[in-house]
């Protein structure tokens, strides 16, 4: 469901920034071993063989509260995605992404789960807004951009504007990923839409680590 195109010629480029849990609390949550282990509640498992960090993205289901009343159902997704090398410019080691639909789920968290990446690989790029209290669309000026890797899962807070997967890993032919959501199949109350012309333009590099 479309709700509204927004005009953004003369917007400033986005620079994208490197995807850490505090960067990102503000959306969501993440899920990042590397990151959490040293502070996220943890105990011992698996008879001392593991660490368990406990609770480290939140799930949500706020379908009571959805116009129509319908019952969601959790659901694990795969989304096949391949890098959208149509819309990006490359001028050395430095890419330009042109983003132009943003997303929520009004009543569902949403989470990404890379399978199979290598753990130091930039792998995709999260890009989010906040909403503008007075509208409940997107705010473009909060415009944020995160370099994900292949140890990495994000979490979108409900209704949490955010692009589609945006793989950035063009030496693959696609990256799957396992989407955990709750969904109860009315378009409107899965999912809204948002477009932007000419689209921001989002900056990165393939060379971070």
Request: aromatic fraction near 10%.
């Amino acid at each position: 469901m479309v709700l509204k195109t927004f005009d953004v010629s003369g917007s400033t480029s986005i620079k994208a920034e490197i995807l850490t849990p505090h960067s990102f609390a503000p959306f969501g949550g993440v899920i990042s071993a590397d990151h959490q282990i040293a502070n996220a509640p943890s105990s011992s498992a698996n008879y001392g063989t593991a660490i368990k960090l406990h609770k480290v993205a939140p799930i949500v289901n706020n379908y009571s509260d959805s116009s129509s009343g319908t019952p969601a159902t959790a659901n694990w997704n795969i989304f096949r995605c391949k890098a959208p090398t149509h819309l990006i410019k490359t001028n050395g080691k430095e890419k330009t992404y042109l983003s132009k639909v943003l997303e929520r789920h009004p009543f569902s968290t949403q989470t990404f789960l890379p399978l199979g990446q290598k753990a130091q690989q930039a792998s995709y790029l999260v890009i989010v807004t906040k909403s503008d209290p007075s509208t409940s669309l997107p705010d473009p000026t909060e415009l944020k951009a995160f370099i994900c890797y292949g140890n990495q899962s994000i979490t979108y807070g409900v209704g949490t504007w955010h692009a589609p997967m945006v793989v950035i890993d063009e030496n693959v032919p696609h990256i799957d990923f396992a989407v955990l959501i709750h969904e109860n199949g009315i378009s409107e109350e899965d999912c809204q839409e948002c477009y932007f012309e000419p689209g921001f333009n989002i900056e990165y590099s393939i060379d971070y680590k």
